[in-house]
């Protein structure tokens, strides 16, 4: 793996059930606010506030997305009540902070959460030190992965070289357009085949201690 990752000189991490295992069930607590904000602002019992959530998910990128498109929501007040969650499942990992440390070159978060979801996750993940930037939904301009102007947004206001980049996933549909601008990609989580993933790993620590 040496060689497919010798020209990375940017390393771009997703933050949800990236770099924390899903099994600790961490957006579990993300997706009760959203169902409950849902519910609140369009007046929908709970079925429908999950109907909705899957269709914007699928159709818009994410929840909020679609509630910015459809309903004229404003993003600050939603990213400050769905983030605003239980940390204490969160256990720090020594082995993930040293893996990433030991990479060559700058480390970024981007996430479409806030950036201050961000900074709380990382601090509580034991990671706080390990990034030179972390990029939310608002750096994005509210636009969200995985569409192209989210991307175009973050790379350019990070000023990363996408052919010199390399991007870790836990949604196979955000690493399409960062593939086709030849980001190295990998997918974090289980095995699964996609044409625009290079790499997929279920151990992030380790895989990332292997390119040291």
């Known amino acids: 793996m040496h060689a497919d990752f010798a020209h990375v000189e940017t390393w771009v991490f997703d933050l949800d059930n990236t770099l924390y295992p899903p099994a600790i069930r961490l957006f579990d607590q993300i997706e009760a606010r959203m169902a409950a904000f849902v519910m609140r602002t369009l007046g929908v019992d709970a079925a429908r506030a999950g109907e909705l959530r899957r269709q914007y998910w699928r159709e818009h990128g994410t929840t909020l997305a679609g509630l910015m498109n459809l309903h004229g929501v404003e993003p600050g007040p939603y990213l400050a009540e769905v983030h605003d969650i239980d940390l204490t499942g969160i256990e720090p990992s020594p082995a993930l902070a040293a893996a990433i440390a030991g990479l060559p070159g700058r480390k970024v978060v981007f996430t479409n959460g806030s950036r201050e979801h ?61 593939h086709g601008l030849g980001v190295r990609t990998v997918l974090v989580g289980p095995a699964a085949t996609h044409p625009h993933v290079h790499h997929q790993t279920d151990d992030l620590a380790g895989f990332l201690a292997r390119l040291a």
Do not use: H, I, S
Request: one cysteine or more.
């Open 118 to 178: 961000a900074r709380r996750v990382t601090l509580a993940c034991g990671l706080a030190e390990c990034f030179d930037a972390l990029y939310g939904f608002e750096d994005a301009g509210y636009v969200p992965k995985p569409r192209a102007e989210a991307f175009a947004a973050v790379f350019g206001r990070d000023g990363l070289a996408p052919r010199r980049a390399a991007m870790f996933e836990d949604d196979p549909r955000n690493l399409e357009v960062p």
